[in-house]
């Protein structure tokens, strides 16, 4: 009964603690307040993928381009490679337009996780909250519409943020082949829906 107790007691313990604690991050000071993205910065620029984005059991391929159009706003289009539109969005500093979606997905909970996790890819500043180290790189928690953040970077640039809700990871930004500025390489993954998104710069 005691050893019951006692690994009760452990149990919620552990599953109180905060996601920076339970992941081994070491808190230290902030040497500066705002973290930068710089991978869909440059308004000369059309940035283009070819795309796989699985969602709920259906799996779509095409381009997806996103393009610049002035401080803190933004175009992304998903488009079959002979360019009829899959969907299309606008982010300008807060707001968020729907231009085009399939009527296939144009489902409210599906649209607003397109919005979160697209207005985090293309996100160029965000103040930081908390500095912590994990395996000799710095890790910054910002806040992105009232959700956690976690920023693990290399050289001053991301390769990994993972969006934490309820001290657990809910969905995880991947940033690879990084080169001038560019990922030519990046993966959203979501932990608990049948919904991710594989982009490889062409």
């Known amino acids: 009964m005691r050893f019951l107790l006692i690994s009760l007691v452990l149990v919620l313990c552990v599953s109180c603690a905060s996601y920076p604690k339970k992941n081994g991050y070491t808190a230290i000071d902030l040497t500066t307040r705002t973290i930068t993205n710089p991978y869909f910065s440059d308004s000369d620029k059309d940035y283009v993928y070819k795309a796989n984005i699985a969602a709920f059991g259906k799996s779509f391929g095409g381009l ?98 993972i969006k934490v809700k309820n001290e657990r990871p809910q969905v995880e930004f991947l940033f690879s082949e990084i080169n001038d500025d560019l990922a030519k390489a990046i993966q959203i993954n979501h932990e608990n829906l049948r919904l991710s998104i594989r982009l490889k710069s062409i």
Request: net charge positive; glycine share 4%; proline share 1%.
């Open 64 to 161: 997806f381009i996103v393009k610049k159009l002035g401080k803190n706003q933004h175009r992304i289009a998903f488009t079959t490679e002979l360019g009829n539109k899959i969907f299309d969005f606008t982010f300008k500093d807060n707001d968020f337009k729907v231009n085009h979606i399939l009527k296939e997905l144009d489902k409210k909970i599906l649209v607003n996780i397109l919005k979160n996790d697209f207005r985090v890819l293309v996100k160029e500043n965000s103040v930081i909250e908390k500095a912590f180290l994990l395996d000799g790189n710095t890790v910054y928690q910002t806040d992105i519409e009232g959700k956690n953040y976690f920023y693990s970077m290399d050289e001053d640039q991301p390769y990994k943020i």
